[in-house]
């Protein structure tokens, strides 16, 4: 009975590199979520998405930032020429359904990127 | 817009002592869900509550309590009898049901809870 599992743990990347965070949600959970904490502050929403589609991306920067979540595998979120200021934990959630407010969203252990 | 301030940036308290985190919230939403997450020095986040905007009802799990006033547009976190391995940073948020149905999370910047032995 797996949770919401990230990979990897703990990410490491030079500047202008690429990241790739991959979140896997919960057996039977459609949704996912993906959240930013920068150091010493907390979570803010990025993005939400069903399978194949982006429902909102209010969250997300504008540019070399990315999120996808296919039919089949995990969901990811892609950081293109990585910058110092990219360095964070970055939280994955899922849910069941699309306003079920019943559920409460479960959240992976992050993924803390380290940009070098 | 939502809105989540834990004015309580780091408490410390001795190991047995009760300990209360402040949470208070601003929406116009009607409906609208609140919770509680644990992060310990690992990282993780641990769901502890989720209370909904109709349910004032205060709830008690083990050491833990919620005080839920809409009132005052709060939810505060009591801890009793506290215990080292309650140390950690405490986050307290805020989801409404959206024009999408969307249930994106507003977080408050968190308290850090430090239990002294």
């Known amino acids: 009975n797996a949770g919401v599992m990230q990979n990897p743990r703990h990410l490491v990347r030079r500047r202008g590199q690429e990241a790739r965070l991959r979140c896997s949600p919960m057996?039977?959970?459609?949704?996912v979520y993906w959240y930013r904490q920068l150091p010493e502050e907390g979570l803010k929403f990025m993005v939400y998405?069903?399978?194949?589609?982006?429902?909102?991306e209010s969250g997300m920067p504008k540019e070399r930032f990315s999120a996808e979540f296919p039919k089949e595998g995990p969901s990811i979120l892609r950081i293109q020429q990585v910058v110092r200021g990219d360095s964070a934990a970055y939280f994955c959630?899922?849910?069941?359904?699309?306003?079920?407010?019943?559920?409460?969203?479960?959240f992976g252990d992050g993924t803390r990127l380290s940009i070098l | 817009a939502q809105k989540v301030t834990q004015a309580q940036t780091e408490i410390s308290v001795v190991e047995k002592e009760d300990v209360t985190l402040d949470c208070v919230y601003e929406?116009?939403?009607?409906?609208?869900?609140l919770f509680w997450y644990k992060q310990p020095p690992s990282g993780e986040l641990v769901f502890l509550i989720r209370?909904?905007?109709?349910?004032?009802q205060n709830e008690i799990s083990g050491r833990y309590s919620w005080n839920f006033q809409k009132s005052t547009s709060s939810f505060n976190f009591t801890i009793t009898a506290s215990q080292v391995v309650d140390s950690a940073v405490y986050f307290c948020?805020?989801?409404?049901?959206?024009?999408?149905?969307?249930?994106?999370?507003?977080f408050g910047t968190g308290t850090r809870l430090t239990i002294i032995p």
């Open positions: 959630a899922s849910s069941p359904s699309r306003g079920n407010n019943n559920q409460p969203q479960h």
């Open positions: 057996k039977g959970h459609s949704h």
């Open positions: 998405l069903q399978k194949e589609n982006i429902i909102d």
């Open positions: 929406t116009r939403d009607t409906t609208y869900y």
């Open positions: 209370r909904n905007s109709f349910d004032e």
């Open positions: 948020a805020l989801t409404t049901e959206g024009g999408k149905g969307v249930e994106k999370l507003t």
